[in-house]
C-alpha cells in the first residue's frame, strides 16, 4: 500500500513538475505566431508594392532571402522542428503539417530574390536554407516514425472521409523537396542569366546612343530616353526574368498543391468531433497551436495568390516552353564552365590529381543531370498548365495596339517572342506614364514662383567677390547649395517680411535643394565637395527644422530693431568668430585636407555677409529690409536656374546604371526627376542667357563664375 501511495505521489509531482515546465511553451507558440504574422507582412508588403507599381511579377523588396528572414523564419517552423512535445490533438497535428505548407508558400515567394545578389551572397544563403528544409525534412520523417504526427484515420461527421496527417506531412515534404531542387537549379542559372542580359543591356544601349532625334524639345528627348531605358531597366531586371521562367511555373503548381492539401487538413479538423476531443488539452502549446494553424493558413493564402499572380502573366505566350525535352544552354553553362575550370591542387601525386579531377567531374555531370532533369520536368508542368490557357487566349485575344515601335528593340528578353513584348510594352508604358505623370503633379509651384525671380544668373557671380580677405590659409571652393542654404538664413531672420512669404520661401528652398543635391550626387563626386554637400545639408536641417544657424536662432524677435545692414553685420561678426576659433584649435593641413562642417558654414556666411556688405556700402541710401529680402531671393533663383542647367544631363546619367541589380532603381529616379522638373527644364530652355559653355565645366559652380567674370567686357 505504501508502494502504491509512493508511486501515485511520484506520478503526481511528475505531473506538476511537467506542467510546469510546460508553461512556457504557450508563449512560445504566440512567438511563432508573431515570427510568422511578419512572415506574411512582409509578403503583403510585396504584393501592395506591386500592385501599386504595376508590376504583377511583385519583386522581392520587403520580403527576401537573408540572415534577418532565414532566423524569423526558422523561428516560424518551430513546430515541425519539435521532436519531443506532444502534440495529440488534430489541431495540433494540422498547425504542424500546415507549417509544413506555410514553408513552401515562404520559399517560393523568396526565390525572386535570389536574383538580386551577387554570387558569393547567394552562395551563403542557399547554403543555410538548404541547411534548415533538409533539417525540417528529418525531423518530419523521426516525427512520422515515432508517431508524434499521428497515422489516425479523420472520419467527418457527415461521411467516413479517410485522412490522414502522416499522408498530408509526406505530401508537404515533396514539395517542400522538390522547392529546394527549384531554388538550387535557379541558382545555378542567375550568373549566366545575368551575363546574357547584361550582353543584352550594353548591346542596346549602344544602339540607343547613336538613335537621337535632334529636332525634338529637350523634355520630349528626356522623356524618351527615360521610356527607353525604363523599358530595358525592367525587363531586364533578374527579378523580372525569374519571374518568367519554367521555375516560377512550377514554384506556383508547388504553392497550388500544398493550398489544396492545407484546406483539407483544415476541414478535416474543424468539421470532426475530434476537434474537441479531451485531448485538445493535452498539448503543452493549448490555444496557441490555434492560434499558429490560424495565422499560418493566412500566409499560406497570401503567399499563393503572390506566388501564382507571379507565375502565370506572360508565361503561356512562350512557345519554347512547350519543347520541354529541350534545355537551353544558359541553364547550364555555370556547370559546364566548373567543369571546364582546372582544379587549383598542389599536389606532386599524379594519381591524387587525376582522381580529384575524375572526381570533380563525375559530381558536376551528376549536377548537370540533375539541372538538365528540373528544368525538363518544370517545363512539363508549364505544359500542363498553361496549354489550355494558350488555346483559350489564341481565340480570345488580339494583339496589343497602341505600342511604339521603335520601343520593342529595348525589350530585353533571353527568349524573344513578339506577342509577349507587345504586352509588356504595353503594360510597362502605363506604368511609366503612371509614375511621371504623379511626378509632374507633385511639382512644387513654390519653387517655380521663386524662379521667376530669375535676373539672368546674376546671383552666381555676385553671391561672393575676391575683394573679401579670405580668413583660412587655403579657401574652399564653392557649391551649389551651401550658398543657396546660407542666403536662406539670412532672408529667414529678416524681420517684417510676411509669414506666408517666409514659409513659401523655406519650401521653394527645400525642394530646390532635393534637386541640386542630386545635380551635385552625379557631377561633383570628389571628396571636397562630398564635405560641402554633407556641411549644406546637415546647415539646411539645422534651419528647416530648429530654425537656427549654427545653433544661433533665426528667430525673427531675435533681430526686432535691427536695420538690414545691421542685421547682415551680425552674421559677418558670427560667423568670423566661428571661423577664428576652429582656425585656431585646428592644424592647417587637417583644415585643407578635411575642414569640419561648422567651419565650411561659418566661412560660406563670412565671405556672403561680407560680399553683400561691400555692395551697399556706397549706396547713398540704406537699403530696406524689403530690398535686401528681394535681393537675397534674386540670387537663391540665380543660383538655382545655374545649377537646374544641369538636370538634363543628371536625368541621362541616371539612366545609365552599370550595376544590374540597381539599375531599376536609379531609372525610376531619373522618371521621377524628369517629371518634378519638366516644367522648370521648359522654362530654361527657353531661356536665350544660358552660357554656352563645356558640359563638364557647367556642372561647377566656380567655373560659372570665372566664365561669367571673363565675359565681362
Given at each position: ?604 556666411m563670412y565671405r556672403i555677409t561680407q560680399t553683400i556688405l561691400l555692395r551697399f556700402q556706397s549706396n547713398t541710401e540704406p537699403i530696406t529690409k524689403k530690398q535686401l529680402f528681394s535681393h537675397l531671393n534674386g540670387m537663391i ?77
Amino acid at each position: 500500500m505504501d508502494s502504491y501511495n509512493s508511486e501515485c505521489n511520484a506520478c503526481i509531482t511528475d505531473k506538476i513538475e511537467s506542467d510546469r515546465f510546460s508553461e512556457p511553451m504557450v508563449w512560445i507558440g504566440i512567438y511563432i505566431a508573431v515570427a510568422s504574422g511578419v512572415c506574411i507582412l512582409a509578403m503583403a508588403a510585396d504584393l501592395v508594392h506591386g500592385f501599386r507599381n504595376r508590376k504583377l511579377w511583385f519583386p522581392c523588396k520587403y520580403f527576401s532571402l537573408n540572415a534577418a528572414s532565414i532566423t524569423v523564419i526558422t523561428i516560424a517552423m518551430k513546430l515541425p522542428l519539435d521532436l519531443t512535445s506532444p502534440m495529440p490533438s488534430y489541431a495540433d497535428q494540422a498547425a504542424k503539417v500546415g507549417s509544413l505548407a506555410f514553408m513552401c508558400v515562404l520559399m517560393a515567394n523568396l526565390m525572386p530574390s535570389l536574383a538580386s545578389m551577387d554570387n558569393k551572397t547567394l552562395l551563403a544563403n542557399i547554403i543555410a536554407l538548404c541547411i534548415l528544409v533538409i533539417t525540417m525534412v528529418v525531423n518530419i520523417c523521426i516525427q512520422i516514425n515515432t508517431g508524434v504526427i499521428h497515422n489516425d484515420v479523420i472520419i467527418h461527421r457527415y461521411e467516413q472521409v479517410y485522412y490522414r496527417f502522416t499522408i498530408f506531412a509526406c505530401i508537404n515534404t515533396a514539395m517542400l523537396l522538390l522547392l529546394l531542387m527549384i531554388m538550387i537549379s535557379s541558382s545555378l542559372t542567375f550568373p549566366t542569366y545575368k551575363k546574357v542580359l547584361e550582353f543584352k543591356y550594353r548591346a542596346t544601349n549602344k544602339s540607343s546612343l547613336t538613335d537621337q532625334h535632334i529636332q525634338m524639345s529637350t523634355v520630349e528627348k528626356l522623356r524618351q530616353h527615360v521610356r527607353r531605358y525604363w523599358v530595358m531597366a525592367e525587363t531586364g531586371s533578374p527579378q523580372f526574368g525569374m519571374a518568367g521562367s519554367p521555375l516560377s511555373t512550377a514554384s506556383g503548381v508547388t504553392c497550388a498543391v500544398v493550398l489544396v492539401i492545407n484546406i483539407l487538413t483544415n476541414f478535416s479538423v474543424h468539421g470532426t468531433q475530434y476537434l474537441y476531443d479531451s485531448k485538445t488539452n493535452g498539448s503543452p502549446y493549448k490555444w496557441s497551436a490555434t492560434a499558429i494553424l490560424i495565422t499560418q493558413s493566412i500566409g499560406i493564402a497570401v503567399g499563393f495568390f503572390a506566388s501564382v499572380i507571379r507565375s502565370f502573366p506572360f508565361h503561356y505566350l512562350n512557345m519554347k516552353n512547350i519543347m520541354f525535352f529541350k534545355v537551353e544552354n544558359y541553364w547550364i553553362q555555370k556547370l559546364h564552365e566548373w567543369k571546364e575550370s582546372p582544379v587549383p591542387f598542389l599536389s606532386s601525386n599524379r594519381r591524387l590529381r587525376s582522381l580529384i579531377y575524375y572526381s570533380k567531374n563525375i559530381f558536376l555531370d551528376f549536377f548537370i543531370w540533375f539541372q538538365t532533369v528540373i528544368i525538363s520536368l518544370c517545363k512539363l508542368i508549364w505544359v500542363i498548365v498553361t496549354v489550355p490557357g494558350l488555346f483559350l487566349a489564341s481565340c480570345m485575344l488580339k494583339h496589343p495596339r497602341g505600342i511604339d515601335n521603335n520601343l520593342k528593340m529595348y525589350v530585353l528578353q533571353i527568349d524573344n517572342d513578339t506577342y509577349a513584348t507587345a504586352i509588356l510594352l504595353k503594360i510597362i508604358s502605363r506604368s511609366m506614364d503612371s509614375f511621371i505623370s504623379k511626378a509632374e503633379k507633385a511639382q512644387n509651384n513654390n519653387l517655380l514662383d521663386l524662379l521667376d525671380k530669375f535676373r539672368e544668373f546674376d546671383g552666381v557671380q555676385i553671391f561672393d567677390t575676391d575683394h573679401v580677405q579670405s580668413l583660412l590659409p587655403t579657401e574652399l571652393v564653392n557649391s551649389w547649395s551651401l550658398p543657396v542654404v546660407t542666403l536662406t538664413c539670412i532672408a529667414v531672420s529678416i524681420p517684417n517680411i510676411p509669414e506666408d512669404t517666409v514659409k513659401s520661401l523655406l519650401s521653394s528652398v527645400g525642394e530646390g535643394l532635393s534637386f541640386t543635391h542630386l545635380v551635385e550626387e552625379g557631377l561633383n563626386c570628389t571628396s571636397e565637395y562630398v564635405n560641402l554637400r554633407k556641411a549644406s545639408m546637415s546647415l539646411w536641417h539645422e534651419v528647416e527644422y530648429k530654425c537656427k544657424w549654427l545653433d544661433n536662432p533665426l528667430a525673427k524677435n531675435v533681430f526686432d530693431g535691427k536695420a538690414a545692414t545691421e542685421i547682415v553685420k551680425w552674421f559677418s561678426d558670427k560667423a568670423k568668430e566661428i571661423v577664428t576659433e576652429i582656425k585656431d584649435s585646428t592644424s592647417d593641413g587637417e583644415l585643407v585636407e578635411n575642414p569640419p562642417g561648422k567651419l565650411i558654414a561659418a566661412n560660406s556666411m563670412y565671405r556672403i555677409t561680407q560680399t553683400i556688405l561691400l555692395r551697399f556700402q556706397s549706396n547713398t541710401e540704406p537699403i530696406t529690409k524689403k530690398q535686401l529680402f528681394s535681393h537675397l531671393n534674386g540670387m537663391i533663383a540665380d543660383i538655382f536656374c545655374a545649377c537646374f542647367t544641369n538636370l538634363p544631363r543628371v536625368i541621362t546619367t541616371r539612366c545609365h546604371e552599370n550595376v544590374i541589380e540597381k539599375r531599376e532603381a536609379s531609372v525610376r529616379v531619373a522618371a521621377k526627376l524628369l517629371g518634378k522638373t519638366t516644367k522648370i527644364i521648359e522654362k530654361l530652355e527657353e531661356c536665350d542667357k544660358v552660357p554656352s559653355m563645356d558640359e563638364d565645366k557647367m556642372a561647377y559652380i566656380d567655373e560659372w563664375r570665372l566664365y561669367m567674370k571673363q565675359s565681362i567686357p
